[in-house]
């Protein structure tokens, strides 16, 4: 069965400093999509970067780039010049083939503080 | 483009009293998810529907769990009767099953849901 690991429960940075949340997973699928979602206070699951296994080239979205080592099974996040905005739960997500359900599977989250 | 759209965002019941709760998807989005949140976890899948077929319910307790998705638009999710550990939060998400971003969900605000 797939899993996903978020070892940072809690994690804090300075505003306009650099942070790195890792996350691991486990699968014997070749192709497949991970995904990280920021879930603030409200609650709402928000997109902030997806990357296809397929692809060597890490996904990057303005402040938001990912490291993804296909091989380690390793998907961390890279936030730089972190903004107050940034503070929320960050959950990690690899999402099973559409033959499996296609369905996505969580880590635990990390919480992520920023200091002005 | 509206969102995933959740009602009620929070709701109050005494337990084994019913609950419902309404998911309308992006529009075109043929695939349909509800998902349960316990605090301090991530989401994890209850069903999935493509159009108005429950393609994946292995996760939904029947006894007291049902949903359906009449004219694969609307969903609906219904416990009866609640019990105290079915407080959580209830997110709905939808993507679209084929498209170029079918791999991406996209959630609703969720409903938060405590049972007294």
């Known amino acids: 069965a797939q899993t996903v690991t978020q070892s940072q429960p809690e994690m804090s940075v300075q505003e306009a400093e650099t942070v790195t949340l890792s996350c691991t997973y486990d699968?014997?699928?070749?192709?497949?999509?991970l995904f990280w979602y920021k879930q603030p206070p409200s609650r709402q699951m928000i997109l902030v970067i997806r990357q296809e296994a397929y692809k060597q080239q890490n996904a990057t979205e303005n402040r938001f780039s990912v490291n993804f080592q296909k091989a380690a099974k390793s998907f961390s996040l890279k936030i730089s010049d972190s903004q107050l905005g940034d503070a929320a739960m960050y959950f990690c997500a690899y999402r099973t083939p559409i033959n499996q359900g296609g369905k996505l599977i969580f880590g635990q989250g990390t919480e992520l503080s920023v200091k002005p | 483009e509206a969102g995933v759209v959740q009602s009620p965002r929070y709701k109050i019941i005494e337990k084994k009293q019913p609950v419902a709760f309404w998911c309308n998807p992006i529009s075109g989005h043929n695939t349909l998810y509800w998902y349960l949140q316990n605090l301090g976890q991530g989401p994890e899948l209850l069903i999935r529907?493509?159009?108005?077929?429950?393609?994946?319910d292995s996760q939904l307790p029947k006894d007291r769990f049902s949903a359906e998705r009449l004219k694969g638009v609307d969903s609906t999710l219904k416990i009866q009767p609640a019990e105290l550990g079915d407080s959580a939060v209830y997110l709905c998400a939808s993507s679209l099953y084929g498209g170029a971003s079918q791999e991406t969900q996209y959630f609703g605000p969720g409903t938060r849901l405590l049972v007294l």
């Open positions: 699968t014997s699928e070749s192709d497949y999509y």
């Open positions: 529907y493509e159009n108005e077929e429950a393609v994946d």
